[in-house]
């Protein structure tokens, strides 16, 4: 059985760092494209970063500079640093694993249940 699991989300002062981390298990996710989404109220779900297979990674324009979003294969854990947070960036944060290099939501096939981000100004 294929589980996502995130953890590290919180409380934290506008300007204040956190790290989120995405335990996967249930197969093999070395050859998988590994994102993270974020969704606020009453927004839709937005990329915010991935680690293709290939090694590179892509950032959403509005956390690039500031975040940065790491593997470990042999672990299968994916870590995402975030710095100099903005009230913006408070949202539930996804971690989600596909086959495809995608920037959409729609084309990842696993899911974690979500880490809330919450960003005091």
């Known amino acids: 059985q294929v589980q996502l699991v995130e953890s590290g989300g919180g409380l934290v002062q506008a300007g204040g760092s956190l790290r989120l981390s995405c335990a996967a298990s249930g197969r093999t996710f070395s050859n998988y494209a590994m994102a993270w989404f974020r969704q606020a109220p009453g927004k839709e779900r937005e990329f915010v970063a991935a680690s293709w297979s290939s090694g590179t990674t892509s950032y959403a324009d509005s956390v690039k500079g500031r975040f940065t979003i790491s593997r470990d294969n042999a672990k299968i854990t994916v870590l995402l640093q975030m710095g100099n947070l903005k009230s913006e960036d408070t949202a539930g944060y996804y971690c989600?694993?596909?086959?495809?290099?995608?920037?959409?939501?729609?084309?990842?096939?696993?899911w974690g249940q979500g880490t809330q981000v919450t960003v005091s100004s």
């Open positions: 989600a694993a596909g086959q495809r290099r995608s920037l959409d939501h729609n084309s990842y096939d696993y």
